[in-house]
């Protein structure tokens, strides 16, 4: 897909998602710059948004929603922040056998990727219940 037909999709309201919020903020420039040398005086905000944050908008979405219904239960769930999933991670590898042998930080932040990059794959995790 090149440029033009990204811009005719997003003056059609899709939304582009990215890898990063770096190349979002490249690609809405970019966007802005083709309105301008278009004429344009005024243009709707295009979406564009990394992928993270784009996760995190459809969950506010959908679970930071209070209702006092009687059909509707409340809904309110709160995500963790990277450091809250850090400390998760060093938790369970201190933990764990081998621990003192291993650069806990960095093995932290190695398994937070790891499993930020199986979901962003929708890579399935299989356990042995033993």
């Not at 966007?31 to 506010?60: C, F, H, K, N, R």
């Not at 006092?68 to 201190?94: A, D, G």
């Amino acid at each position: 897909m090149n440029f033009p037909d990204v811009l005719l999709a997003l003056k059609q309201g899709a939304v582009l998602l990215t890898v990063n919020q770096r190349l979002a903020r490249h690609l809405l420039n970019n966007v802005e710059q083709a309105y301008i040398d278009g004429g344009a005086i005024s243009w709707l905000s295009p979406t564009i948004v990394s992928l993270d944050a784009w996760l995190l908008q459809q969950w506010q979405a959908r679970f930071d929603v209070v209702s006092n219904s009687e059909n509707t239960p409340l809904t309110h769930k709160t995500l963790l922040t990277p450091e809250q999933c850090l400390v998760l991670w060093e938790r369970v590898i201190n933990e764990s056998a081998g621990a003192e042998l291993m650069n806990v930080s960095a093995t932290a932040k190695a398994a937070s990727k790891a499993r930020q990059l199986g979901v962003q794959w929708l890579c399935l995790l299989y356990t042995s219940d033993a």
